[in-house]
């Protein structure tokens, strides 16, 4: 059964927030080589967001994600018209004229209405492409309007996890992506991770169960996410029956051996450019952290590689925090993350309208 509105609502803005500071962490060094990165950071890497945290447009398409779902929700219940993929990809249209224009129009309302979102921050192609065709695509996956697998499908499904049931959660994550990428590659991945989050902040399920049932899911879809996701299991394993021998190793004072969650993990699941690796290599990286006081060492193992490192730590962002919601997340980097007060009404919107409890509707209604 879903949780009490109190913690939703925690783990909706954990959620969001937590994908917000991954997205920030890693944009600066997202077409680095590790080594480069190691140079210019020192050998830990980047190991916090700079001052301002800036968000890309992962975190933009985000927001427009939830928008959309709120949008159809509210339209459904006083007008009789509750199409979620069709107002979410009205949205994504709306998100294109921020990197169209410089600043709102007079009468723009909802997300439109803050300037701050009018910022083009490395828009992915595939994206930009895709939503300059005015037409609502028909049926997106069974006829794709392209055959893209980029990461740029997965990175901005998490508000779909937030829904009534765990096969919308899926099927919302999957058609919301492929309104932008075609391949069953580029889509599958985001209905695992909606499912993901759904599993988890929404049902309460534990990381391993949760994770185990998205392979099940999606392994119906996309064989390769499916592969890829039971890599970065077996991996997590590993890695992490390596840390624990290491750890007794020093207990008793006996030879440390080699061993534990590394980046060289996270080198063979990919690099993250395609939507199986990001979600894979964040998969990977919740499992080897999972404790509510590896947050932060978990963004900073997901953001410091040779790959999408924006996305990569979003995604791992997303999973953790909605599975421990806000608590775990640093004041200070919160403090100077980009539109923070935007992301967690959002995510209590979300959290309010899937519990029924009222919020303020007006805002998001839009003609």
Known sequence: ?????VTLTDRAAGCLLGGALGDALGAPVEFLQLTDIQ??????????????ALITDDTQLTLFTAEGMLLAAIRGRHRGLDSTVEQVWYSYRRWLRTQQQSEPDEDDVALLDDPRLFASRAPGLTNLR????????????????NDARSCGGVVRMAPAGFTTSAADAYALGCECAALTHGHP???APAGALALLVHLLAVRNRPLDEAVDQVIGRVMRDDLETAHTLSTAVRLAETDNAAAWAAQEARINGQPV????????SLELLGSGWLGHEALAIAVYVALTHPRPGQFVDALRMAANHSGDSDSTASIT???????????VLPRDWVNRLELAEVITQVGADLAAELCGVAYNEDHYLIA
């Open 1 to 5: 059964m879903p949780l009490d509105v």
């Open 39 to 52: 140079r210019r950071y020192g050998p830990q890497g980047i190991t916090e967001p700079p001052r301002p």
């Open 130 to 145: 895709a939503l300059r065709d005015e037409q609502l695509p028909r049926s997106p996956r069974t006829h794709p309007r």
């Open 185 to 187: 590659t580029g889509w």
């Open 257 to 264: 051996p080699d061993g534990g969650p590394s980046v060289r």
């Open 317 to 327: 962002g997303n999973i953790l925090g909605a599975l421990h919601g806000t608590g």
